[in-house]
């Protein structure tokens, strides 16, 4: 049986930090980052068996594999391996059944909603040591504190907080909610060998300042249904706020719900003859609420694009590219999330790849935070972007004039 030890033995966010610094290039022996999220659980009103259950099974992982162990954060772990072409599927894959163990046995509500994007996320150091760096660097900066003090507890969500924030929209008028709650990210094309040239940006509604000022002590996660009201609240607050937010007309996105297609806002917001609204605007809709609202969805990509709209479907996973027929949908932009091991994963499906691209769906590479991610998407024949990369390059850009 392993050995349990205490957490606070594990090695701690700037250690780690450390190590990866005196790693020589490339790494020799522990190649590879595994870096554990656990943060989309309700982890502050967590029972004190599941941490002791959490702790036993890294302990066990650890022996298992031979594993560092380091504790990033809160919710956060994360371990360096020694990973080749032979016990790479074995130790991700056990990682991960560990985990999800453990959240169908504590968190059974949230089980269905993990995004194993964010649950393990792997990088080959070899390959990704900058962005391990970045990553754990950040961390570093955003959690020096204990983890017991870290750890507040928190309420669950409720029907009179949703109220709050139409309060605090109300109080605030349109144009200063978007000024301190909404946020935008660029959208760029890169050809290979050239500077990134802005295509549109993205508009959504920051949670996390929601969470900084108006959800201070609310636990999001393991919400249910209350939750979703609230995306649909905030669909209806971003469509209001359009005015304030691109008051130009400028060619932009939005990530909806597909059900917000049919409130009175939306409806206000299309006009009954101005068609020009929607001649620059992409709607974005997430591929796993299209399938859950898939006949609502047809009717309302029918009315986006009778007015002129573009169709984009978001939040496509590498390893579910070609599952869903994107001409059936008549979908004009696919955005495919970069993520651990895409890089194997998308040069298998470079023929699905390439069927969508003929058929005129463009293909967007999105939270894109590396150089190797651009590189794989050029190989592919994609040469459209979004991600912390993209607004490095343009930071980088204009620092340089």
Not at 241 to 260: H, Q, R, T
Request: net charge negative; proline share 3%.
């Amino acid at each position: 049986m392993a050995s349990e030890i205490p957490i606070d033995k594990a090695g701690k966010a700037g250690e780690l930090l450390l190590r990866l610094e005196a790693m020589p290039s490339p790494p020799i022996g522990k190649n590879t980052l595994l870096v554990v999220s656990l943060s989309m659980l309700p982890l502050s009103n967590a029972p004190d068996e599941f941490w002791s259950d959490f702790r036993r099974a890294l302990v066990e992982f650890r022996d298992r594999h031979n594993v560092e162990v380091y504790e990033l954060a809160f919710s956060e772990r994360g371990f360096l391996a020694a990973i080749d072409e032979y016990n790479q599927v074995r130790v991700n894959s056990d990682l991960k059944v560990t985990l999800l163990r453990l959240i169908q046995e504590y968190f059974p509500e949230n089980f269905g909603m993990v995004d194993q994007t964010r649950l393990v996320a792997v990088f080959d150091l070899r390959q990704k040591m900058a962005t391990a760096k970045k990553i754990i660097g950040r961390l570093v900066e955003s959690s020096d504190k204990p983890v017991a003090e870290q750890a507040q507890p928190l309420r669950r969500l409720q029907e009179e907080d949703i109220s709050l924030v139409l309060g605090v929209n109300r109080q605030l008028g349109p144009e200063q909610f978007a000024k301190v709650f909404i946020r935008s990210q660029k959208i760029a094309a890169i050809k290979p060998g050239q500077e990134p040239q802005q295509v549109m940006h993205e508009y959504f509604v920051g949670m996390d300042m929601l969470k900084k000022h108006v959800f201070k002590k609310v636990e999001l996660r393991g919400s249910g249904n209350l939750f979703n009201q609230l995306t649909l609240t905030l669909d209806r607050l971003l469509i209001e706020a359009y005015d304030a937010i691109n008051p130009s007309g400028a060619k932009c996105s939005i990530n909806l719900n597909v059900e917000s297609v049919f409130t009175r806002s939306f409806q206000e917001f299309m006009g009954e003859d101005d068609y020009s609204v929607f001649s620059n605007l992409v709607f974005e809709f997430r591929q796993a609420n299209i399938l859950q609202h898939f006949d609502e969805y047809l009717v309302a990509a029918e009315l986006i694009r009778s007015r002129g709209g573009t169709i984009a479907v978001d939040a496509i996973f590498p390893e579910t590219v070609g599952v869903v027929n994107l001409a059936r949908l008549n979908a004009n932009i696919a955005k495919v999330f970069w993520r651990g091991g895409a890089e194997t994963v998308l040069a298998q499906f470079r023929d699905e790849i390439a069927a969508m691209q003929a058929a005129g769906t463009v293909v967007v590479l999105a939270r894109l935070d590396d150089e190797l991610g651009l590189q794989v998407a050029h190989d592919l024949g994609i040469q459209m972007f979004q991600g912390f990369y993209v607004d490095d390059l343009f930071a980088d850009k204009a620092k340089t004039g």
